[in-house]
């Protein structure tokens, strides 16, 4: 067992600093709340009929939502990211519209992506590829990240992303990828420079070959790096050099590998935070405005 583990609960409380009814206002597609609007777009939803920030705003027609979307970027309230994510009322739930991503925060909508845990066997112990994302990246430049991971695009499934994402991001083949296995759903909320985000991440643990080596397809990654799963623990533990999200796919990782004790206090604590979240507005449960 690696040294204490209870540093690892401020990543969990820093992904969880939601309280969107303390500023936002409700957001429903078709009288079923399915958000949270930054107020932002308080006057500007006001003057399109849509309700209040008093009453909350409701869009009757779910269908309407992702021009409204492409209305709000051109109108300068958000930069386009020119990619559709499905829109839902609930995590559980089938979508019901659609909006660009670059608008998902500025509505507090879930958005669903996948991160993978890229893990070689070695003689001395398994190993975690790591990679760096490009400097110019909009969000979050010149951390520490996956070696895969990314939203899910509107009619996709998460093994679908995940196999796209892979290309794109690592050069993994396409029989490699399908060996990847699912390994836990992760939820948070938090506010974020972007907005409100609202997050479901689908996680995968895939062991390469030991003769692998990634290579960038996209641009969005720096570099990348083989490191012992122990040097990932003490990262994780003693630094913020991951990004934000990361760290709790990678604390998941370290439960089930038992360099957390899951069954210790702190263990049960953070598999219940990262399973259900701690903030009072988590993804899968839009409607709680007991805040």
Not at 28 to 50: K, N, Y
Not at 219 to 227: A, N, R
């Amino acid at each position: 067992m690696l040294p204490n583990p209870s540093p690892f609960l401020r990543h969990l409380q820093q992904c969880n600093t939601a309280n969107p009814a303390a500023t936002r206002a409700p957001f429903s597609l078709a009288g079923a709340q399915a958000g949270w609007i930054t107020p932002a777009l308080f006057d500007r939803l006001t003057q399109a009929g849509l309700g209040s920030e008093a009453d909350g705003f409701n869009l009757p027609d779910p269908a309407a939502l992702e021009g409204l979307g492409e209305q709000l970027a051109t109108e300068g309230f958000y930069t386009s990211h020119h990619e559709l994510f499905d829109v839902a009322t609930d995590v559980d739930r089938p979508a019901i519209g659609r909006i660009d991503r670059g608008a998902l925060p500025l509505f507090g909508l879930v958005a669903a992506g996948v991160h993978m845990n890229g893990l070689v066997r070695t003689a001395s112990g398994l190993h975690l590829w790591t990679g760096r994302r490009a400097a110019n990246k909009r969000l979050d430049p010149a951390k520490l990240d996956h070696l895969v991971a990314g939203g899910i695009p509107a009619g996709h499934t998460p093994d679908e992303a995940l196999a796209k994402e892979a290309a794109e991001e690592a050069s993994i083949a396409p029989a490699l990828i399908a060996s990847a296995e699912k390994t836990a759903r992760i939820v948070y909320a938090l506010d974020r420079p972007e907005g409100l985000r609202r997050d479901v991440l689908y996680c995968y643990d895939l062991y390469l070959p030991a003769d692998f080596t990634p290579i960038a397809a996209d641009g969005e990654v720096e570099s990348f790096t083989l490191m012992p799963l122990e040097e990932a623990f003490r990262i994780v533990r003693d630094t913020d050099d991951f990004k934000f999200n990361v760290n709790l796919v990678l604390i998941d990782l370290f439960l089930r590998h038992g360099l957390i004790d899951p069954a210790s206090a702190e263990g049960s604590l953070l598999r219940a935070g990262l399973t259900y979240g701690l903030s009072t507005v988590s993804p899968g449960h839009a409607a709680r405005t007991d805040a």
